[in-house]
């Protein structure tokens, strides 16, 4: 079972920011919060992680909660070729398989 | 250029018929893993490798082999195909420290078997 939680589906405006939720409530302390995006039916892509920190790249900023329970996935400023589904996964832990559990995601629609 | 190559891309097959789809990176990454996609279901890790001759099951492992004797090859071998194994197969790799390591994944394999 995903250990996170995101919404369904999500439209952006071209050319603004889209903010993109994840609730992790369970995620343990050496847990990283990883973002992946595909589009259509290519391999999934990674944006972008963090532990507990904020993190920007070229791509993506993410913010994520002082208690770690929930972070927000920031594309500054969104195209239409940004329009794919978005994963936040977990990944270290004690588990420690490397599996990447891919929930069902947000599928962000930019519109022109 | 850092990268995972899957082929053959697209395989339409008959039942019964082995086949292997290969996976190979250049990143010397330890950890390679496969997984496959079904609409409604998400991606599903079938098989991964710690390292040169470590493998393990993940979620969905029956009807699917696996062999790690190089680290930069983990081909999926499917001995007896069949309609089930219809998916959209990738696979990833990265290295062993999982939490700081962003995993790499191919293009995707479309396999459909009739």
């Known amino acids: 079972d995903a250990k996170t939680t995101q919404p369904t589906s999500m439209d952006c405006a071209e050319g603004r920011a889209a903010n993109l939720p994840c609730n992790h409530s369970?995620?343990?302390?050496?847990?990283?919060v990883y973002w992946y995006r595909q589009i259509h039916s290519q391999g999934p892509q990674y944006i972008i992680h963090g532990l507990k920190n904020n993190e920007t790249n070229e791509m993506a900023s993410l913010i994520i909660t002082e208690d770690r329970k929930s972070s927000t996935l920031i594309l500054p400023h969104a195209t239409l070729r940004d329009t794919a589904v978005y994963y936040c996964?977990?990944?270290?832990?004690?588990?420690?398989?490397?599996?990447?559990?891919f929930g069902q995601g947000t599928t962000l629609q930019v519109k022109p | 250029e850092a990268q995972v190559t899957q082929n053959p891309r697209y395989l339409i097959t008959v039942t019964g018929k082995k086949l292997t789809v290969t996976c190979s990176q250049n990143m010397n990454h330890e950890y390679m893993s496969w997984y496959r996609q079904d609409p409604g279901l998400g991606l599903r890790q079938i098989y991964y490798s710690m390292n040169v001759e470590v493998t393990d099951k993940g979620d969905v492992p029956e009807g699917y082999k696996v062999s790690r004797k190089e680290k930069r090859n983990f081909p999926l071998i499917l001995e007896s195909p069949s309609p089930n194994q219809t998916s959209l197969y990738f696979c990833?790799?990265?290295?062993?420290?999982?939490?700081?390591?962003?995993?790499?994944f191919g293009q995707g394999t479309r396999l459909t078997v009739v």
């Open positions: 990833a790799s990265s290295f062993i420290t999982f939490g700081n390591t962003e995993a790499f």
């Open positions: 996964i977990l990944r270290g832990g004690s588990s420690n398989t490397g599996k990447l559990i």
């Open positions: 369970t995620i343990s302390g050496n847990e990283y």
